[in-house]
Structures are given as C-alpha cells and as structure tokens.
C-alpha cells in the first residue's frame, strides 16, 4: 500500500489497517488518522510517537501493559495477534524448550514484580538469546530509564509494523 493510498482511507478504513501497530491498541491509529494527509512513512510514525510521547506515564505504562508476555500464556493458548506471533516467532520464541520457556517465564515475573508492566522488545530485531540476555540486563536498570527503553522498544516495533504494511521501498507522496 503506498502513501496516497493511506492519505485516500476513511476513518474506520485506516482503524481497520493500522489497529495493531500498537499492540492491542487501535485508539492510537484512530488518533493518528486525524492527521492525515500523511507525507510519508516518517511522518505517519512520527504521529503515533508523538501519541505515545504526549501521554501521561499511566498512559504510557497501559501501552506497555497491553502487550504480551514474550512466550507467555497467550503464545501456549493461541491468542497472539498475528504481528506478536510473527515478532515472536523470528526470535525463536513460540518453539522455547521448556527449560527455556520456565526460565522466561521466571524473569517475566520478576519484571513485571519490578517495573509493573511487561518486557517489551522489538523481537524482530533479537534473537532468543538475545532476548535473555536483555531480559536480564534490564532487569536491573531504574524505573524511570526502563520506562523510556520500553516505549523506544515500541517504537521500534511500530516502525517494523509500518514498514510491513506499507510498500517497503515507498517513502513518499509521488
Ligand atoms: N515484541 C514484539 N512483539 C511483542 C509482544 O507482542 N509482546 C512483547 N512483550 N514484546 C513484543
């Protein structure tokens, strides 16, 4: 789909596109579509971060929260959005062994213990190791710093999702 393509989508056309580049989030995409006509990938991810950014931390933090636990309950009952079964999915994470899956489902706890709000990363960007070694790192980092890591996480996330929906080699209004 490319850009005049997005700028031509009535509201609930958009909503029914865009629903999921926040995870679980469509009110983000019907606050984006305000803004239309968009000028390119940049400026169309540029008003779902301002979003995000102009919320308050409750806000914020309920962004977070709607998200799923990486190979949690959702992933073993079917229940992903197919974008979070996708992610998951490149990162090695909806096949864990179960030694592996206990283990993550340990440090999930602990996090959520920690900072009130799931471990949120780009998994397509990470691998399963990877998203260990993360997952333990910033275990350990302070409330407000993981708070701003975990929303550039779903900022990353959002500029994935968009780059999938859109025609990837199209950045502009011709
Ligand atoms: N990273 C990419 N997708 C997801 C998701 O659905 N949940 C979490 N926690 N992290 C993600």
């Known amino acids: 789909m490319d850009m005049k393509k997005v700028n031509s989508l009535d509201f609930t056309e958009f909503v029914s596109v865009f629903r ?39 806000g914020q933090e309920g962004i977070l929260r709607c998200h799923p636990d990486l190979a949690g309950r959702d992933v073993l009952m079917g229940r992903l959005s197919e974008e979070s079964r996708r992610e998951q999915s490149h990162a090695g994470l909806t096949s864990l062994k179960t030694h592996d899956r206990l283990r993550l489902l340990h440090l999930n706890q602990e996090y959520r213990k920690r900072f009130g709000f799931p471990f949120v990363v780009a998994a397509l960007l990470s691998d399963r ?36 929906l859109l025609d990837s080699h199209y950045f502009g209004v011709e």
């Open 129 to 164: 190791a990877t998203v260990f070694q993360e997952l333990a790192r910033r275990l350990h980092c302070q409330p407000e710093s993981e708070l701003r890591t975990a929303l550039d996480e779903v900022k990353k996330i959002i500029h994935l999702r968009l780059i999938d």
């Open 20 to 58: 999921n580049v926040v995870e679980r989030c469509p009110l983000v995409a019907a606050a984006v579509w305000s803004h239309r006509p968009f000028s390119g990938l940049e400026d169309l991810e540029n008003h779902f971060f301002a979003f995000i950014d102009a919320l308050p931390k409750s």
